[in-house]
């Protein structure tokens, strides 16, 4: 696979599309295997199940961890045109943490901005997301948005998110005109991008399609210690890597502040937040 137009546009902006990684037949079996492991309630389904409610987001809850009790989702996180990509992409192969099943149905609140390695805390390093489009994603579905460049910033303390749109609560302050820019993809297009990037995306508007996603999350890997809620970390064989972690959840944080009349992250007087990836 030639990964350069990939590496180009991962160091200029902190995230690139792979377009077509996986078949259309790929996802569509993909598609058709999650909604039916849908119908059965999941452990992890951390933003609440609620079947039969007025909530499109709780009828149709996240998986989290799926590849602890799916094999279609333990394929993917180990594939090998994953570690392809994400090994040009760091310039070393990484290690497998998490993936996750986004639903997304029609009406479906987004997820307000945020740093995965916030939650990961992956040091030295960080973490990377392959984010595999199940179906097309566009605005009006709540495709994924990113901050260009923000890969080099560090992480910055979270405030409140407004839950009308979000089904997380908190989110990234932004500095003034700085805004996530929206990404098309088609079903079967990879997005990479690390774990400092600010991303998010908005609400499902359409009345009619789904804007389903499998995600994995990997570590780099030089890293040397990882959160232990990401732990087990997976080698490409599926045997478990040990690593040093710790407990606590949440990251240290900065805060935006001006200097020389430009938006800079200030760490000083910084607060430790303790807050998990999805709350
Ligand atoms: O799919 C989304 O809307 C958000 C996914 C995300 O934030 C992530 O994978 O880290």
Not at 232 to 242: F, K, R
Not at 264 to 273: P, S
Request: aromatic share 8%; charged share 20%.
């Amino acid at each position: 696979m030639d990964t350069t137009e990939l590496e180009q546009t991962y160091q200029a902006n902190g995230y690139a599309v792979a377009r077509g990684l996986f078949s259309p037949a790929e996802v569509a079996q993909m598609r058709d295997h999650f909604m039916e492991a849908r119908k059965t309630p999941r452990p992890l389904d951390d933003t609440g199940v609620d079947i039969g409610g007025d909530d499109p987001i709780k009828r149709y809850p996240r998986f989290i961890w799926p590849h602890k009790w799916d094999d279609v989702a333990l394929r993917f996180m180990l594939d090998p045109r994953l570690k392809e990509c994400m090994t040009a992409l760091l310039g070393e192969s990484p290690y497998a943490s998490q993936t996750m099943v986004y639903f997304k149905p029609p009406g479906a609140r987004g997820q307000a901005l945020h740093q995965d390695n916030y939650y990961l805390r992956v040091a030295p390093g960080t973490c990377m997301a392959a984010w595999l489009a199940l179906d097309d994603c566009d605005l009006a579905n709540g495709c994924m948005e990113l901050v260009p460049g923000s890969h080099k910033w560090d992480i910055l303390c979270t405030v409140d998110a407004d839950t009308q749109i979000s089904f997380t609560s908190v989110t990234v302050p932004l500095p003034p005109g700085v805004k996530p820019v929206p990404v098309l993809m088609q079903a079967g297009d990879v997005l990479y991008f690390n774990g400092s990037i600010v991303h998010g995306s908005s609400p499902n508007t359409t009345t009619d399609r789904f804007r389903r996603a499998l995600i994995g999350h990997y570590v780099q890997g030089t890293a040397e210690e990882v959160s232990k809620g990401y732990q087990p970390l997976l080698n490409w064989d599926g045997s478990q890597y040990e690593i040093a972690g710790t407990e606590i959840e949440g990251s240290v944080c900065g805060v935006w502040v001006e200097q020389g009349g430009e938006p800079v992250i200030a760490m000083a007087g910084q607060e430790l937040q303790v807050r998990r990836k999805g709350e």
